[in-house]
């Protein structure tokens, strides 16, 4: 059921089935003349019909509604094609918009696969991560081609508010968040979330992930934020989980840094078997294959971090990058 969260904002609360995330916080912007829809849900019919139901409650009319994609993953693009309207403006950047549509996308995953079968992912776990993968299955049409670029420091305008576009790289190569000045106000998509902590991984189309996470949190912690409007779960006091944020990353650098030096020569995906993850598994072997993905692109992006700090270099044999302490 929507709720009134500000004057004029309003959060539709979408399930996210079987997914560790539990929901998604859509947020409704009513305007005079025209409001704004922040993120969508998955392409599946339970986030379907939490969207709709909810849009239908508060009366919303998308032909006089548009769209803002914090970022490209499909918990947040998904129903993107069903719910436009062919009037409604759909904002994204470009990094992001080329991991959906249909010209780019399947190019950026081909490279993607390969990037996690050199970090030693078994051929039979890459085959069935990669088919499975939920970001993939539940993806909007890939035909949907209507985006309008946004960059930073661009403005948007609806509902009484100035919505000031953030540009914050890291958990997808162009993630957006959105401030509102006057009110204190962020909405931070991924990029803060407050009782779990975003995914970094690797991206073909992004160097250096996890540094441009870091320097991103910097840059947001600047700002002076009095409510966090986060994408996922509950907010919390910003400028703390910010630390916090850093804080965590520090901790694992060290932790990747220290099995490297312990055991030279390891693939990325023993490495991260040897790294410490909350969930509910007894060990590496029995974690779930999709998180067996998530983990391996979060070691990568520490490992991408540390050899350009250059505490570690990476040698490629027979296909696979093996790591080693400087």
Same mark, same amino acid.
């Given at each position: ?26 947020? +409704?912007? *009513? ?11 998955? @392409? %599946? &019919?339970?986030? =379907?019909? /939490? ?43 470009? +990094?992001? *918009? ?11 995953? @081909? %490279? &993607?696969?390969? =990037?996690? /079968? ?209």
């Amino acid at each position: 059921m929507p709720r009134e969260v500000m004057r004029n904002i309003y959060r539709i609360p979408v399930p996210l089935p079987n997914n560790p995330l539990r929901e998604l916080n859509c947020y +409704l912007i *009513r305007g005079k003349d025209r409001s704004l829809l922040i993120d969508t849900g998955f @392409r %599946q &019919e339970t986030c =379907r019909r /939490a969207l709709f139901d909810g849009l239908q409650e508060l009366n919303v009319r998308m032909e006089d509604t548009d769209i803002f994609l914090t970022h490209l993953h499909s918990d947040h693009t998904g129903l993107l094609p069903e719910v436009a309207s062919a009037s409604s403006r759909v904002f994204i950047d470009d +990094l992001d *918009r080329d991991w959906i549509v249909g010209s780019t996308r399947f190019e950026l995953e @081909r %490279q &993607e696969d390969a =990037r996690f /079968a050199m970090a030693g992912i078994p051929p039979e776990m890459l085959r069935i991560a990669s088919q499975t993968h939920p970001g993939r299955c539940f993806a909007p049409d890939p035909s949907f081609d209507r985006y309008t670029r946004l960059s930073a420091g661009d403005v948007l305008e609806v509902g009484g508010y100035r919505l000031e576009v953030l540009r914050t790289p890291g958990h997808t190569p162009s993630h957006l968040c959105l401030w509102m000045a006057e009110q204190q106000v962020m909405f931070t998509g991924d990029h803060v979330l407050f009782d779990i902590t975003p995914n970094i991984t690797r991206w073909p189309n992004l160097e250096n992930a996890l540094g441009c996470y870091l320097r991103s949190l910097k840059q947001v912690r600047e700002y002076d934020v009095k409510t966090a409007l986060p994408a996922h779960r509950a907010t919390g006091d910003f400028h703390a989980r910010v630390d916090a944020l850093l804080r965590h990353h520090a901790y694992r650098l060290e932790e990747c840094l220290k099995v490297v030096r312990e055991e030279p020569g390891l693939l990325p995906f023993e490495i991260a078997g040897r790294m410490t993850w909350r969930i509910r598994a007894k060990n590496w072997e029995d974690f779930p294959i999709p998180q067996k993905w998530f983990a391996v692109g979060e070691c990568l992006s520490h490992l991408d971090l540390l050899r350009l700090e250059g505490q570690v270099r990476e040698e490629l044999a027979d296909g696979r990058l093996y790591y080693y302490p400087n």
